[in-house]
């Protein structure tokens, strides 16, 4: 029998419709790692937004998809500091008035990790085998940061990237003002803070700004592009699997081409 971990990638909404890369990147690194991984077609949304507007029961009915889907796994991974969260920190409480289902999501809850956080502190990876010739800011989301305590873990593997220069910004703790759907019912607001957060990703002199949640990393690349920033926008992960064939996100067709 093979002593592989089996990985349930959680893929993630914006990641399977917006940033394909985003999800081989997150299968090249683990199995890199030695870790056998599954995708799961029964998979859905994790809930987040649903729940982020007091829609309960609808939640629910979303996270008993996704607890069916991955409770067998040895690990539940996603490429989503956010997404991680719903699952790991809020399916138990939930569920807190059901005992079976309390049970099962407290289950999936215990073995689910940010992709980042999993390769460092579960599978032991010091290292990856890629390279980019360029200097790199980091954008820490407020999920990852505050719930999964997710800082170190993403700058350590960058750090083993042959040629990244890595360039820190001011406030790289502070929200880019994305959070899910607040950037839409207070868009004056969410607007102002992306401001804020990209002025400072231009005062650092990174050619590119990294991060480890898809939807922070949107909300600032739209901003980015808007104001016509010479700044590629990726998802952390496809540095460190060394998958940049893709276009940048929000690229213009001049900067794919």
């Given at each position: ?104 999501a ?35 989301s ?8 997710i ?20 406030d ?35 050619d ?22 010479p ?19 929000a ?7």
């Amino acid at each position: 029998m093979s002593d592989k971990k089996k990985v349930g990638l959680f893929v993630t909404c914006l990641v399977d419709m917006m940033r394909p890369s985003v999800g081989f990147a997150a299968v090249r690194l683990l199995e890199q790692a030695g870790c056998e991984v599954v995708v799961p077609e029964s998979q859905t949304c994790c809930g987040q937004p649903g729940y982020n507007v007091g829609a309960k029961k609808d939640t629910q009915t979303i996270a008993k998809q996704v607890i069916a889907a991955f409770e067998n796994f040895d690990y539940v991974v996603a490429p989503s500091g956010s997404c991680a969260a719903m699952i790991s920190h809020h399916y138990p409480e939930l569920f807190k008035d059901d005992e079976v289902w309390s049970k099962r999501a407290r289950g999936v809850a215990m073995k689910t990790f940010e992709l980042v956080s999993f390769l460092t502190d579960v599978m032991g990876v010091e290292s990856v085998d890629a390279s980019f010739k360029g200097s790199v800011t980091y954008h820490d989301s407020c999920s990852g940061l505050r719930e999964l305590k997710i800082k170190q873990q993403p700058r350590k593997l960058l750090s083993s990237v042959d040629g990244l220069e890595m360039k820190e910004m001011q406030d790289a703790e502070i929200c880019c003002g994305f959070g899910g759907t607040f950037c839409v019912k207070y868009s004056d607001i969410s607007n102002e803070m992306v401001s804020c957060k990209t002025q400072e990703v231009s005062k650092s002199g990174a050619d590119m700004l990294l991060a480890g949640d898809l939807g922070c990393l949107m909300n600032m690349a739209g901003k980015i592009s808007r104001d016509g920033k010479p700044i590629e926008v990726r998802h952390v992960a496809e540095v460190l699997a060394g998958e940049l064939d893709s276009p940048a996100i929000a690229a213009t067709t001049s900067e794919k081409a």
